[in-house]
């Protein structure tokens, strides 16, 4: 009897142990004059998916997305217009919006996060302080009224085990970035201590990440990532861009002022936007020039640790505008904008590409909308 005692603690306290173990900490050094690879050259095979234009569906930059099984969604959040979710299927063809901003019960006031689960499309709106359901064709279902406390103002979100997490925008001095709720929207923990907020009020909305069953979180406006084990937030990920990484100045953090006027001056990295695959981490990093922003893409061999920016440089020089939303499986999925997407597709042999439903591409050509792109690279 002692023995099987013995044998049962010995197993719980293994399981806590490796319930606490920290994850691999990856370190990775970022040149921005790394060698440059031919994004053209790197692809293996592009399906594209053009986006039906109607009076619903003129579309600006798209920054979101998410898959459902009969198609995707388009989370559409311009500034200054009503945030609303946008439904296309398969092959890009529109299915159906939900658009109910407003005070009342079935409405939101924004929407800070959005996703599929469970059979349903969810959308949290942190100024509302709830989530709201609908059916996969956009019908609504529920809403779940937030129980934190009101002082707790709610960002980005996404489901994590069997509640949710999101972050908190305005953060005080020594509080924490992610909160952790149930299933009803009730307080269950606290993670990610902030001893002192960045003095920038960036809320980027893509701050959360998944690969298999992890779940990461990308700190806005810092150059790392933290990995979310049980309900607690552990270091993943490191960029280092060295000396071109704005923020390794102290004097740049001194007030919103100085931030704001470093940025502007000096042409260093001040954002980075990793998308981690099992094999290679893309990123997107930001940074000023002649008082415009520039973005740069590139992406980490994980075996290696070997940094590689991409030329996407068009016949003019400037870069194609390609945003990389998320990885789908294997794919990389992007949307690249209207204007661009003709050359684009001169860059490409004939066996690189399908279209998604078998549209003329000269159909695509014509449109001003921007087109999806799920890109599987060799």
């Known amino acids: 009897m002692i023995k099987l005692i013995s044998s049962f603690v010995f197993l719980l ?25 031919n994004f053209f050259e790197a692809i293996e095979h592009i399906e594209i998916i053009r986006l039906e234009e109607t009076e619903k569906t003129l579309l600006g930059e798209i920054e979101h997305y998410f898959k459902t099984p009969s198609g995707f969604v388009i989370p559409y959040m311009p500034i200054n217009k009503p945030a609303r979710l946008i439904l296309f299927n398969e092959q890009g ?50 809403s779940i009224e937030a129980k934190y406390d009101k002082s707790i103002s709610g960002w980005a979100m996404i489901p994590y085990q069997k509640g949710y997490v999101f972050h908190q925008i305005g953060t005080p001095p020594n509080g924490n970035e992610l909160i952790f709720t149930d299933n009803l929207l009730s307080l269950t923990g606290k993670s990610a201590p902030v001893a002192k907020p960045h003095p920038l009020p960036f809320n980027q909305r893509k ?13 806005p406006l810092r150059d790392s990532v933290l990995q979310i084990i049980n309900s607690k937030a552990y270091p993943r990920f490191k960029f280092d861009f060295g000396n071109e990484w704005l923020w390794s100045n102290p004097k740049h953090m001194k007030s919103p002022v100085t931030a704001m006027n470093a940025m502007s001056a000096e042409a260093k990295v001040y954002m980075v936007y990793p998308y981690i695959g099992e094999w290679r981490i893309f990123l997107t990093y930001l940074f000023y020039e002649n008082k415009v922003v520039h973005q740069k893409k590139g992406y980490i061999d994980r075996e290696t640790g070997d ?6 440089r068009k016949k003019d020089k400037e870069d194609y505008n390609i945003t990389f939303l998320t990885w789908e499986d294997d794919r990389l999925v992007s949307s690249i904008q209207a204007y661009d997407f003709e050359e684009f597709m001169d860059n490409l042999d004939n066996d690189q590409w399908t279209v998604a439903g078998g549209f003329d591409l000269e159909e695509i050509f014509q449109s001003e909308n921007p087109v999806l792109l799920k890109i599987k690279f060799k």
Request: charged share 25%; no cysteine.
């Open 93 to 142: 063809n529109y299915i159906n919006e939900i658009s109910k901003n407003g005070l009342g019960p079935e409405e939101y006031r924004n929407i800070s996060d959005a996703w599929f689960k469970d059979g349903q499309i969810a959308l949290f709106s942190g100024w509302s302080r709830r989530i709201q359901r609908y059916t996969e064709a956009g019908e609504y279902v529920e």
């Open 207 to 219: 701050v959360f990440s998944s690969l298999g069953e992890s779940i990461f979180y990308v700190k």
């Open 13 to 37: 306290f293994t399981l806590n142990l490796t319930a606490q173990t920290p994850p691999k900490f990856e370190h990775f050094k970022i040149d921005i004059d790394a060698p440059m690879v």
């Open 307 to 312: 940094f590689f920016r991409f030329d996407l």
